[in-house]
T-cell receptor
Framework: GDSVTQMEGPVTLSEEAFLTINCTYTATGYPSLFWYVQYPGEGLQLLLKATKADDKGSNKGFEATYRKETTSFHLEKGSVQVSDSAVYFCALSEVSGGSYIPTFGRGTSLIVHP | DGGITQSPKYLFRKEGQNVTLSCEQN?????MYWYRQDPGQGLRLIYYSQIVNDFQKGDIAEGYSVSREKKESFPLTVTSAQKNPTAFYLCASSTMDRVADTQYFGPGTRLTVL
């Protein structure tokens, strides 16, 4: 079945540092790929997405490129802020028997210090 | 404003009680989902529904039940058969559009068994 593997956290950085959170996936077809962010005590919200190979999703300074050859969708940001501290989830979604069932990674906690 | 609401935000249950978590959406989405979130385990799918009066079991449906009598509502009942119900519960909805199948999440309900 489908699966998503993220690097384990927590990732601890100083403000203005470069961020990479690795994400690789296994899927039978051609999934859409997503990054969601969860702030403490809240639900998840979409950060960015890509729907086909070589697409780049971007939002709020975060970027991720859909790499079919390496089955990866790594999240990057050039300069993190304290307000970026949250848990980040990589996810995929594809049709399975006529249903759109999403698969989530375990999440990576990011802590940014001033 | 369009979105998903969950209530209550905090819920306490005694051993042997059934409790029902509410989820309502006004996004006109066909699909709705319930997830359970435990620390370090990411999201696990409990049930999902892609049309009124129909729903499917997810990965951890035992001890839970749902109904989908209206498009905008998808309540989850945690029964006494669920042996370890203390967790954070998230409801989500999405369209069935292959390209735009982003999940929209509610703020969550934290259930604690006393």
């Amino acid at each position: 079945g489908d699966s998503v593997t993220q690097m384990e956290g927590p990732v601890t950085l100083s403000e203005e540092a470069f961020l990479t959170i690795n994400c690789t996936y296994t899927a039978t077809g051609y999934p859409s790929l997503f990054w969601y962010v969860q702030y403490p005590g809240e639900g998840l919200q979409l950060l960015l997405k890509a729907t086909k190979a070589d697409d780049k999703g971007s939002n709020k300074g975060f970027e991720a490129t859909y790499r079919k050859e390496t089955t990866s969708f790594h999240l990057e940001k050039g300069s993190v802020q304290v307000s970026d501290s949250a848990v980040y989830f990589c996810a995929l979604s594809e049709v399975s028997g006529g249903s759109y069932i999403p698969t989530f990674g375990r999440g990576t906690s990011l802590i940014v210090h001033p | 404003d369009g979105g998903i609401t969950q209530s209550p935000k905090y819920l306490f249950r005694k051993e042997g009680q059934n409790v029902t978590l509410s989820c309502e959406q006004n996004l006109n989405h066909d699909a709705m989902y319930w997830y359970r979130q435990d620390p370090g385990q990411g999201l696990r799918l409990i049930y999902y529904s892609q049309i009124v009066n129909d729903f499917q079991k997810g990965d951890i449906a035992e001890g839970y039940s749902v109904s989908r009598e209206k498009k905008e509502s998808f309540p989850l009942t945690v029964t006494s058969a669920q042996k370890n119900p203390t967790a954070f519960y998230l409801c989500a909805s999405s369209t069935m559009d292959r390209v735009a199948d982003t999940q929209y999440f509610g703020p969550g309900t934290r259930l604690t068994v006393l």
